[in-house]
T-cell receptor, first 115, second 115 residues
């Protein structure tokens, strides 16, 4: 149980385009979903926290207009990277929590490459 | 000063060795302490968690937390090549409000166990 999927697993796009990444909790309802960004050989950096039906809470320094997060249901959250640029290239990982505790279940990640 | 400090390594050990991984932290509000394993291009998977101070053992893995020193450790006994991965420590205060469930990660230690 507690499986989280992400789609796509890998995406390559041209500079200036927008990319949407989906995060789904497959066998549980996620009260909260988190979006992380990870650079090579670096730790996970929390970008934002989202609760179903409400606006996401972004971490300091993360542009909310650049990284649009929607948490439309208890099993689905989406991250849209708008007008992507090469510096947005990274590994994006989502996680989901069943309650408001510490336990998060991580997705397999999405590798974004912006040319 | 980062909230969580972890030596990135890399750490290379022979098969069968005992591995010691460590993190220090500065936020005394942290109550939940986790170790995650991350294989290349994959999402993190939870190895062990500990609440407050103490030891916890699970097979070849032992987690230790010393809150007085703000220091946590993960020991791997009889290490195997399949243990080769990045190991991330993470912590949570699990406080109320917007910080609920928020994890703060260490940088991760790259471990290679060679046959």
């Amino acid at each position: 149980g507690a499986v989280v999927s992400q789609h796509p697993s890998r995406v390559i796009c041209k500079s200036g385009t927008s990319v949407k990444i989906e995060c789904r909790s497959l066998d549980f309802q996620a009260t909260t979903m988190f979006w992380y960004r990870q650079f090579p050989k670096k730790s996970l950096m929390l970008m934002a926290t989202s609760n179903e039906g409400s606006k996401a809470t972004y971490e300091q320094g993360v542009e909310k207009d650049k990284f649009l997060i929607n948490h439309a249901s208890l099993t689905l959250s989406t991250l849209t990277v708008t007008s992507a640029h090469p510096e947005d290239s990274s590994f994006y990982i989502c996680s989901a929590s069943r309650d408001r505790g510490w336990e998060q279940f991580f997705g397999p990640g999405t590798r974004l490459t912006v040319l | 000063q980062k909230e969580v400090e972890q030596d990135p390594g890399p750490l290379s050990v022979p098969e069968g060795a005992i591995v010691s991984l460590n993190c220090t932290y500065s936020n005394s509000a942290f109550q939940y302490f986790m170790w995650y394993r991350q294989y290349s291009r994959k999402g993190p998977e939870l190895l062990m968690y500990t609440y407050s101070s103490g030891n916890k053992e699970d097979g070849r893995f032992t987690a230790q937390v010393d809150k007085s020193s703000k220091y946590i450790s993960l020991f791997i006994r009889d290490s195997q090549p399949s243990d080769s991965a990045t190991y991330l420590c993470a912590m949570s205060a699990n406080a109320g409000g917007t910080s609920y469930g928020k994890l703060t990660f260490g940088q991760g230690t790259i471990l290679t166990v060679h046959p």
